[in-house]
Protein backbone atom coordinates (compact mmCIF):
# COMPACT_ATOMS: atom_id res chain seq x y z
CA UNK A 1 0.00 0.00 0.00
CA UNK A 2 1.08 3.81 -0.61
CA UNK A 3 -0.80 6.61 -0.45
CA UNK A 4 -0.75 9.97 -1.29
CA UNK A 5 0.38 12.03 1.51
CA UNK A 6 3.76 9.21 1.74
CA UNK A 7 4.04 9.90 -2.25
CA UNK A 8 4.16 14.00 -1.49
CA UNK A 9 5.53 13.90 1.74
CA UNK A 10 8.97 11.60 0.26
CA UNK A 11 9.15 13.72 -2.81
CA UNK A 12 11.97 15.81 -1.89
CA UNK A 13 13.92 12.74 -0.93
CA UNK A 14 13.01 11.36 -3.99
CA UNK A 15 13.60 13.89 -6.68
CA UNK A 16 16.65 14.15 -5.01
CA UNK A 17 17.79 10.92 -5.29
CA UNK A 18 16.30 9.95 -7.73
CA UNK A 19 14.34 7.27 -7.33
CA UNK A 20 11.03 5.77 -5.90
CA UNK A 21 11.05 6.03 -2.28
CA UNK A 22 13.06 8.30 0.46
CA UNK A 23 14.61 5.28 1.73
CA UNK A 24 18.43 5.11 2.12
CA UNK A 25 20.53 1.91 3.36
CA UNK A 26 23.43 3.23 5.02
CA UNK A 27 26.62 2.40 3.99
CA UNK A 28 27.90 -0.50 5.82
CA UNK A 29 31.58 -1.56 5.66
CA UNK A 30 31.53 -5.11 3.96
CA UNK A 31 28.01 -5.53 4.11
CA UNK A 32 27.37 -2.69 1.72
CA UNK A 33 29.12 -4.23 -1.33
CA UNK A 34 27.53 -4.58 -4.65
CA UNK A 35 25.24 -6.91 -4.19
CA UNK A 36 22.97 -5.45 -1.49
CA UNK A 37 23.62 -1.65 -2.89
CA UNK A 38 22.20 -2.98 -6.25
CA UNK A 39 19.49 -4.78 -4.47
CA UNK A 40 18.36 -1.87 -2.60
CA UNK A 41 18.44 0.52 -5.95
CA UNK A 42 16.65 -2.16 -7.76
CA UNK A 43 13.49 -2.11 -4.96
CA UNK A 44 13.25 1.23 -5.59
CA UNK A 45 15.28 2.28 -2.56
CA UNK A 46 18.78 4.32 -2.88
CA UNK A 47 21.99 1.47 -2.19
CA UNK A 48 25.32 3.31 -0.89
CA UNK A 49 28.45 1.61 -1.45
CA UNK A 50 31.05 1.39 1.48
CA UNK A 51 34.26 2.24 0.36
CA UNK A 52 35.85 2.04 4.08
CA UNK A 53 39.33 1.27 3.61
CA UNK A 54 39.31 -0.02 0.41
CA UNK A 55 42.16 1.49 -2.28
CA UNK A 56 40.88 3.30 -5.67
CA UNK A 57 41.12 0.20 -7.95
CA UNK A 58 39.04 -1.92 -5.28
CA UNK A 59 36.21 1.00 -5.52
CA UNK A 60 36.58 1.09 -9.13
CA UNK A 61 36.11 -2.85 -9.40
CA UNK A 62 33.57 -2.21 -6.86
CA UNK A 63 31.32 0.73 -8.46
CA UNK A 64 31.62 -1.14 -11.87
CA UNK A 65 30.52 -4.49 -10.82
CA UNK A 66 27.41 -2.38 -9.14
CA UNK A 67 26.42 -0.70 -12.13
CA UNK A 68 26.68 -4.21 -13.91
CA UNK A 69 23.50 -5.21 -11.17
CA UNK A 70 21.60 -2.05 -11.84
CA UNK A 71 21.03 0.86 -14.26
CA UNK A 72 19.37 3.00 -11.20
CA UNK A 73 21.10 5.57 -9.40
CA UNK A 74 23.32 4.95 -6.11
CA UNK A 75 25.83 6.51 -4.05
CA UNK A 76 29.60 5.97 -2.77
CA UNK A 77 30.27 6.46 0.91
CA UNK A 78 33.80 7.59 1.63
CA UNK A 79 35.68 8.48 4.81
CA UNK A 80 37.47 11.50 5.15
CA UNK A 81 40.33 10.37 6.97
CA UNK A 82 41.35 7.71 4.14
CA UNK A 83 44.61 8.67 2.91
CA UNK A 84 43.80 8.72 -0.69
CA UNK A 85 40.30 10.14 -0.91
CA UNK A 86 40.94 12.63 -3.55
CA UNK A 87 41.93 9.96 -5.54
CA UNK A 88 38.92 8.12 -4.87
CA UNK A 89 36.66 11.23 -5.24
CA UNK A 90 38.41 10.97 -9.20
CA UNK A 91 37.24 7.30 -9.25
CA UNK A 92 33.77 8.28 -8.38
CA UNK A 93 33.51 11.35 -10.88
CA UNK A 94 34.86 8.89 -13.74
CA UNK A 95 32.00 6.53 -12.94
CA UNK A 96 29.72 9.62 -12.77
CA UNK A 97 28.20 8.42 -9.15
CA UNK A 98 25.72 11.36 -8.42
CA UNK A 99 26.03 11.47 -4.84
CA UNK A 100 28.69 11.21 -2.79
CA UNK A 101 28.52 10.66 0.80
CA UNK A 102 31.84 12.05 3.07
CA UNK A 103 31.46 10.12 6.31
CA UNK A 104 33.86 10.39 9.35
CA UNK A 105 34.37 13.88 10.56
CA UNK A 106 34.27 17.55 8.73
CA UNK A 107 35.15 17.34 4.86
CA UNK A 108 38.92 18.20 4.53
CA UNK A 109 40.10 21.37 2.70
CA UNK A 110 39.13 20.71 -1.00
CA UNK A 111 37.24 17.91 -1.08
CA UNK A 112 33.60 19.55 -1.42
CA UNK A 113 34.78 21.28 -4.35
CA UNK A 114 36.56 18.21 -5.40
CA UNK A 115 33.16 16.49 -5.27
CA UNK A 116 30.89 19.04 -6.52
CA UNK A 117 33.48 20.20 -9.82
CA UNK A 118 32.56 16.92 -10.97
CA UNK A 119 29.01 16.67 -10.99
CA UNK A 120 28.31 14.66 -8.19
CA UNK A 121 25.94 15.52 -5.28
CA UNK A 122 27.59 15.61 -1.37
CA UNK A 123 25.53 14.39 1.56
CA UNK A 124 27.35 14.60 5.11
CA UNK A 125 26.04 13.97 8.19
CA UNK A 126 25.42 16.46 10.76
CA UNK A 127 25.86 15.82 14.25
CA UNK A 128 24.55 19.29 15.71
CA UNK A 129 22.79 22.19 14.03
CA UNK A 130 26.12 24.33 14.41
CA UNK A 131 27.94 21.91 11.65
CA UNK A 132 24.66 21.30 10.18
CA UNK A 133 24.90 24.93 9.46
CA UNK A 134 28.17 25.29 8.55
CA UNK A 135 29.04 21.99 6.31
CA UNK A 136 25.42 23.55 3.94
CA UNK A 137 27.50 27.18 4.43
CA UNK A 138 29.68 25.15 2.60
CA UNK A 139 28.21 23.75 -0.17
CA UNK A 140 26.66 20.30 1.03
CA UNK A 141 23.40 19.40 -0.79
CA UNK A 142 22.05 17.38 1.81
CA UNK A 143 22.65 16.39 5.44
CA UNK A 144 22.54 13.23 7.21
CA UNK A 145 21.33 13.35 11.01
CA UNK A 146 22.13 9.76 12.56
CA UNK A 147 21.84 9.62 16.52
CA UNK A 148 23.25 7.23 18.77
CA UNK A 149 20.64 4.52 18.34
CA UNK A 150 22.29 3.70 14.72
CA UNK A 151 24.64 1.01 14.33
CA UNK A 152 28.18 1.19 13.83
CA UNK A 153 30.36 4.64 14.74
CA UNK A 154 27.96 7.24 16.88
CA UNK A 155 27.70 10.56 18.54
CA UNK A 156 26.56 11.07 21.58
CA UNK A 157 22.96 12.43 20.84
CA UNK A 158 19.98 10.47 20.06
CA UNK A 159 17.86 10.60 16.93
CA UNK A 160 14.88 12.62 18.36
CA UNK A 161 16.63 15.03 19.70
CA UNK A 162 18.61 15.13 16.88
CA UNK A 163 15.35 15.91 14.51
CA UNK A 164 14.19 17.59 16.77
CA UNK A 165 17.19 20.48 16.90
CA UNK A 166 18.37 19.86 13.34
CA UNK A 167 14.93 19.71 11.43
CA UNK A 168 12.99 22.76 12.02
CA UNK A 169 16.25 24.99 11.10
CA UNK A 170 17.35 22.80 7.90
CA UNK A 171 14.42 21.05 6.35
CA UNK A 172 13.87 24.62 4.47
CA UNK A 173 17.24 24.53 3.23
CA UNK A 174 18.72 21.06 2.29
CA UNK A 175 16.90 17.35 2.00
CA UNK A 176 17.76 16.51 5.64
CA UNK A 177 17.51 12.47 6.15
CA UNK A 178 17.73 10.79 9.30
CA UNK A 179 18.96 7.85 10.60
CA UNK A 180 19.45 5.83 13.52
CA UNK A 181 16.69 3.32 15.41
CA UNK A 182 14.26 3.32 12.70
CA UNK A 183 12.72 -0.57 12.46
CA UNK A 184 9.06 0.63 11.19
CA UNK A 185 7.44 2.91 8.82
CA UNK A 186 5.50 4.28 11.37
CA UNK A 187 8.67 6.07 12.81
CA UNK A 188 9.94 7.05 9.10
CA UNK A 189 6.19 9.07 8.94
CA UNK A 190 6.41 10.54 12.11
CA UNK A 191 10.30 12.02 10.77
CA UNK A 192 8.23 13.06 7.52
CA UNK A 193 5.87 14.61 8.80
CA UNK A 194 8.90 16.81 11.03
CA UNK A 195 10.45 17.65 7.44
CA UNK A 196 12.50 15.03 6.71
CA UNK A 197 13.56 14.51 3.00
CA UNK A 198 13.33 10.65 4.27
CA UNK A 199 15.24 8.42 6.12
CA UNK A 200 18.41 5.99 6.21
CA UNK A 201 18.14 2.77 7.83
CA UNK A 202 21.38 0.28 8.27
CA UNK A 203 20.55 -2.30 11.05
CA UNK A 204 17.20 -3.08 9.33
CA UNK A 205 18.92 -4.19 5.96
CA UNK A 206 21.94 -6.46 7.35
CA UNK A 207 20.54 -9.65 7.05
CA UNK A 208 18.45 -9.15 3.92
CA UNK A 209 18.53 -12.31 1.44
CA UNK A 210 20.71 -10.18 -0.80
CA UNK A 211 23.51 -9.35 2.03
CA UNK A 212 26.43 -11.28 2.20
CA UNK A 213 26.85 -11.17 5.54
CA UNK A 214 27.92 -14.55 6.65
CA UNK A 215 24.98 -16.92 8.09
CA UNK A 216 26.89 -16.80 11.42
CA UNK A 217 26.73 -12.84 11.58
CA UNK A 218 22.98 -12.79 10.32
CA UNK A 219 21.78 -15.37 13.16
CA UNK A 220 23.45 -13.31 15.74
CA UNK A 221 21.00 -10.24 14.94
CA UNK A 222 17.74 -12.33 14.58
CA UNK A 223 18.61 -13.57 18.33
CA UNK A 224 19.84 -10.29 19.54
CA UNK A 225 17.16 -7.51 21.20
CA UNK A 226 17.56 -3.83 21.74
CA UNK A 227 19.57 -4.15 24.72
CA UNK A 228 22.11 -6.43 23.45
CA UNK A 229 23.71 -3.27 20.43
CA UNK A 230 25.61 -1.56 23.02
CA UNK A 231 28.03 1.61 22.59
CA UNK A 232 31.51 0.64 23.23
CA UNK A 233 33.60 2.47 26.17
CA UNK A 234 36.65 4.87 26.43
CA UNK A 235 39.08 3.89 28.87
CA UNK A 236 41.57 6.52 28.43
CA UNK A 237 40.56 10.18 28.71
CA UNK A 238 43.87 10.73 26.26
CA UNK A 239 42.30 8.89 23.75
CA UNK A 240 39.31 10.13 22.53
CA UNK A 241 37.71 6.96 20.69
CA UNK A 242 34.50 7.42 18.81
CA UNK A 243 32.09 4.97 20.09
CA UNK A 244 30.73 2.08 18.41
CA UNK A 245 27.72 0.13 18.65
CA UNK A 246 27.52 -3.30 18.21
CA UNK A 247 26.24 -6.52 19.89
CA UNK A 248 27.99 -7.81 23.35
CA UNK A 249 30.46 -10.08 22.46
CA UNK A 250 34.29 -11.28 23.59
CA UNK A 251 35.15 -9.18 21.00
CA UNK A 252 33.46 -5.96 23.25
CA UNK A 253 36.30 -6.98 25.91
CA UNK A 254 39.41 -7.32 23.19
CA UNK A 255 38.29 -3.92 22.46
CA UNK A 256 39.17 -2.29 26.01
CA UNK A 257 42.51 -4.24 25.91
CA UNK A 258 43.41 -2.57 22.22
CA UNK A 259 42.85 0.96 23.69
CA UNK A 260 44.93 -0.04 26.60
CA UNK A 261 47.61 -0.95 24.22
CA UNK A 262 46.99 1.55 21.73
CA UNK A 263 47.18 4.04 25.26
CA UNK A 264 50.65 2.28 26.60
CA UNK A 265 52.00 3.49 22.72
CA UNK A 266 50.68 7.08 22.84
CA UNK A 267 52.37 7.47 26.64
CA UNK A 268 55.66 5.49 25.32
CA UNK A 269 55.95 8.27 22.15
CA UNK A 270 55.81 5.69 20.48
CA UNK A 271 53.21 7.06 18.25
CA UNK A 272 51.67 10.05 17.55
CA UNK A 273 48.15 10.49 18.20
CA UNK A 274 46.67 10.30 14.48
CA UNK A 275 48.26 7.19 14.30
CA UNK A 276 46.54 5.80 17.61
CA UNK A 277 43.80 6.96 16.37
CA UNK A 278 44.08 5.09 12.80
CA UNK A 279 44.92 2.17 14.73
CA UNK A 280 41.58 2.02 16.66
CA UNK A 281 39.91 2.38 13.34
CA UNK A 282 41.74 -0.08 11.30
CA UNK A 283 41.08 -2.60 14.82
CA UNK A 284 37.26 -2.14 14.14
CA UNK A 285 37.37 -2.61 9.94
CA UNK A 286 39.56 -6.20 10.70
CA UNK A 287 37.02 -6.84 13.34
CA UNK A 288 33.61 -5.94 11.53
CA UNK A 289 35.34 -7.94 8.59
CA UNK A 290 35.64 -11.21 10.63
CA UNK A 291 32.50 -10.86 11.87
CA UNK A 292 31.16 -10.32 8.14
CA UNK A 293 33.00 -11.95 6.27
CA UNK A 294 34.74 -14.83 7.99
CA UNK A 295 31.23 -15.60 10.65
CA UNK A 296 33.51 -14.62 13.76
CA UNK A 297 30.66 -13.88 15.76
CA UNK A 298 32.52 -14.30 19.15
CA UNK A 299 35.89 -12.40 18.20
CA UNK A 300 34.81 -10.19 15.49
CA UNK A 301 32.67 -6.84 15.64
CA UNK A 302 29.02 -7.23 15.39
CA UNK A 303 27.85 -3.82 14.48
CA UNK A 304 24.24 -3.19 14.85
CA UNK A 305 22.05 -0.47 15.88
CA UNK A 306 19.33 -0.74 18.89
CA UNK A 307 16.98 -1.62 16.27
CA UNK A 308 18.26 -4.98 16.17
CA UNK A 309 15.31 -6.47 17.83
CA UNK A 310 13.09 -5.90 15.00
CA UNK A 311 15.44 -7.41 12.41
CA UNK A 312 14.20 -11.50 13.33
CA UNK A 313 14.20 -13.43 9.84
CA UNK A 314 15.94 -13.37 6.37
CA UNK A 315 14.08 -11.14 3.64
CA UNK A 316 14.55 -9.70 0.32
CA UNK A 317 14.90 -5.78 0.49
CA UNK A 318 11.95 -5.31 -1.85
CA UNK A 319 10.18 -6.99 1.09
CA UNK A 320 10.97 -5.01 3.50
CA UNK A 321 11.35 -1.88 1.84
CA UNK A 322 7.28 -2.88 0.86
CA UNK A 323 6.94 -3.19 4.53
CA UNK A 324 8.51 -0.21 5.61
CA UNK A 325 6.33 1.67 2.81
CA UNK A 326 2.75 0.18 3.99
CA UNK A 327 3.48 0.87 7.90
CA UNK A 328 4.17 4.57 6.64
CA UNK A 329 1.49 4.51 4.82
CA UNK A 330 -1.26 3.34 6.94
CA UNK A 331 0.37 5.27 10.11
CA UNK A 332 -0.45 8.25 7.62
CA UNK A 333 -3.88 6.76 6.89
CA UNK A 334 -4.72 6.90 10.60
CA UNK A 335 -4.25 10.29 10.64
CA UNK A 336 -6.78 11.36 8.22
CA UNK A 337 -8.83 8.93 9.35
C1 LIG B 1 27.35 -3.29 10.33
C2 LIG B 1 27.33 -1.78 10.14
C3 LIG B 1 28.41 -1.15 9.50
C4 LIG B 1 28.38 0.23 9.26
N1 LIG B 1 29.43 0.82 8.58
C5 LIG B 1 29.35 2.14 8.24
C6 LIG B 1 30.35 2.74 7.41
O1 LIG B 1 31.29 2.07 6.96
N2 LIG B 1 30.22 4.06 7.09
C7 LIG B 1 29.16 4.81 7.55
O2 LIG B 1 29.08 6.00 7.24
N3 LIG B 1 28.20 4.27 8.34
C8 LIG B 1 28.26 2.96 8.68
N4 LIG B 1 27.24 2.40 9.42
C9 LIG B 1 26.03 3.21 9.75
C10 LIG B 1 24.94 3.03 8.67
O3 LIG B 1 25.33 3.55 7.43
C11 LIG B 1 23.60 3.70 9.06
O4 LIG B 1 23.74 5.10 9.10
C12 LIG B 1 23.08 3.22 10.38
O5 LIG B 1 23.12 1.82 10.42
C13 LIG B 1 21.64 3.74 10.59
O6 LIG B 1 21.15 3.39 11.83
P1 LIG B 1 20.43 1.97 12.16
O7 LIG B 1 21.56 0.99 12.30
O8 LIG B 1 19.76 2.24 13.45
O9 LIG B 1 19.51 1.66 11.04
C14 LIG B 1 27.26 1.02 9.70
C15 LIG B 1 26.20 0.37 10.38
C16 LIG B 1 26.22 -1.00 10.59
C17 LIG B 1 25.04 -1.66 11.29
Known sequence: MTNAKLTSLM??????????????????SWVSERNLVAAISNAGGFGVIACGAMTPDLLDAEIAATKALTDRPFGVNLITMHPQ???????????????????????????????????ARLIC?????????????????????????????????????LAQEILPDMAGQVPVFVAGGIGR??????????????????????????????????????????RDAVASVQIDARLPVIPVRALKNAGTESFTAKQREVANLLDSGAIEMMEAQLQIEHYWAGALRRAVIDGDVEGGSLMAGQSVGMVTREEPVAAIIAQLMDEAAQALERRTA
Do not use: W
Request: glycine content about 12%; aromatic content about 6%; proline content about 4%.
Open 11 to 28: SRGTDFLGCETAILCGAM
Open 185 to 226: GEAIAAYLEMGAAGVQLGTRFACASESIAHPNFKKAFFRASA
Open 85 to 119: LFDLIDVCARHAVGHVVLAGGLPPKGSIEAIKQKG
Open 125 to 161: FAPALSLAKKLVRSGVDALVVEGMEAGGHIGPVSTSV
